[in-house]
């Protein structure tokens, strides 16, 4: 490296530093911080349903306590990668926002996105993690997609859901200050999916918009689908997983299908806006809101293991 180089890279560092250091002053002033526990599991085996799982039980208490932790590291890579990815969705919709009141409302729901991302960040650490599947996808549609079938999938229906899910999350979360964060995440996603409410409208919707939700909202449930992937992977990575009967026997004592039921449903009523009854007909004619058994689940794993 020359030494024009160097200086351009401290430059660079400098500066990132100087506005992560900015941005932390901001989050401060909203929130008191926080510090994480860390003295035990942020949720429990029961959780996620490992502790119907006979070879995690079996396992020692360190291999045990690895599962747990990538687990969790998951469910937070995710939440996460998710809000970085509403950043970039409001900071779109602010710029070609229509009026004044859309755009107040998008720079409004960015800021938040960016508070809950860097709460987020405490509990992460360096861990880095990198982008999973889901958030990887959440990540294209934001920035291949128009701005109505947008608002309808991010906010009417992940927002919706978020509503939930993150509520769940605070609720079993083992850590004082995460579970605080969570509950935080899940009020302001209430006010986001009001957002979304008033801001979709099914008239609005060309063919073009129409192709693209039916497309997006197909992959996307196909993920429910297929049941706790992760988990699957978290425990194959530390005590291992032998054939895919094995992996079938996992996925059933999970009772990954009813769990993925549970969420289609919740999904579907989301989905089912006034205006938006030809989307649930399409998405049920292919089966999406129907959860896959073990069996499949496990098919999906070893498809991508």
């Known amino acids: 490296m020359s030494a024009d180089d160097g200086r351009a890279e401290a430059c660079v560092e400098r500066r990132s530093e100087a506005l992560r250091r900015a941005a932390d002053r901001l989050v401060r002033r909203r929130l008191p911080p926080a510090a994480p526990d860390g003295s035990t599991p942020l949720w429990s085996a029961s959780f996620f349903g490992l502790d119907r799982v006979p070879r995690f039980c079996a396992a020692d208490e360190s291999t045990r306590a690895a599962v747990l932790d990538d687990c969790a590291t998951a469910l937070l890579a995710e939440a996460w990668r998710i809000e970085h990815c509403g950043i970039d969705?409001?900071?779109?919709?602010?710029?070609v926002g229509e009026s004044d009141?859309?755009?107040?409302?998008?720079?409004?729901?960015?800021?938040?996105?960016?508070?809950?991302a860097s709460l987020l960040a405490r509990?992460?650490?360096?861990?880095?993690?990198?982008p999973d599947p889901f958030s990887r996808f959440?990540?294209?549609?934001?920035?291949?997609?128009?701005?109505?079938?947008?608002?309808?999938?991010?906010?009417v229906v992940l927002e919706g859901f978020g509503i939930v899910h993150f509520g769940s999350l605070a609720t079993s979360c083992r850590d004082a200050g995460l579970a605080a964060t969570f509950r935080r995440i899940a009020r302001d996603e209430a006010l986001h999916h009001a957002g979304g409410l008033a801001t979709f409208s099914p008239d609005r919707l060309n063919e073009a918009d129409r192709r693209f939700l039916e497309d997006a909202?197909?992959?996307?449930?196909?993920m429910i689908r297929c049941g706790p992937q992760g988990v699957i992977a978290a425990l194959?990575?530390?005590?291992?997983l032998g054939d895919g009967n094995d992996s079938a026997n996992v996925f059933a004592a999970l009772d990954a299908e009813a769990a993925s039921a549970d969420k289609l449903a919740r999904l579907r009523r989301l989905m089912a806006q006034p205006g938006m009854a030809w989307l649930l007909d399409r998405l049920d004619a292919s089966g999406a809101f129907t959860a896959c058994p073990a069996g499949d689940?496990?098919?999906?794993?070893?498809?991508?293991r």
């Open 123 to 130: 509990w992460i650490a360096s861990r880095a993690p990198q």
């Open 297 to 304: 689940c496990a098919q999906v794993y070893a498809d991508t």
């Open 101 to 116: 009141d859309e755009r107040r409302l998008f720079a409004l729901i960015g800021a938040d996105e960016a508070l809950h």
């Open 217 to 222: 909202a197909y992959s996307f449930l196909q």
């Open 138 to 155: 959440i990540a294209g549609l934001a920035e291949a997609g128009a701005p109505q079938p947008l608002a309808f999938l991010l906010q």
């Open 89 to 95: 969705y409001c900071g779109r919709m602010t710029r």
């Open 236 to 240: 194959d990575r530390h005590i291992g």
